[in-house]
């Protein structure tokens, strides 16, 4: 038995929302998801570049820092870009009905 899991961007959702047939209430709440989630990953990701950007000059520099606390909080910046992704897919995968979902199956060819 093969599981299929559908992983419902909310871009995507807005492309195909006539196809889909979203409700008024459904493509505003795919909005706002779609902004929140842009809001939250470009801050993590600003933080993700310095913090490369600091292991990169500590390496250049053969200087004595704390290259494993960076890598370290690279990590954990990697993980929390990750984590808001996924959790912006469940999320929108819960604004939409079944037969939607479904549906985006169909058209996004998975």
Do not use: N, W
Request: aromatic fraction near 2%; include cysteine; charge should be neutral.
């Amino acid at each position: 038995m093969k599981l299929t899991i559908t992983l419902l961007g909310p871009m995507h959702v807005l492309k195909l929302a006539d196809k889909l047939g979203l409700t008024p209430q459904q493509t505003t709440a795919t909005q706002g998801l779609m902004h929140s989630h842009a809001t939250e990953v470009r801050t993590l990701c600003e933080q993700l570049a310095g913090a490369q950007r600091d292991l990169d000059s500590a390496f250049k520099e053969k200087a004595d820092r704390d290259v494993q606390g960076l890598t370290a909080k690279i990590g954990v910046l990697q993980a929390g870009i990750q984590d808001a992704h996924i959790k912006t897919h469940l999320a929108q995968s819960a604004l939409l009905t079944p037969e939607q979902i479904a549906q985006y199956s169909i058209l996004r060819g998975e």
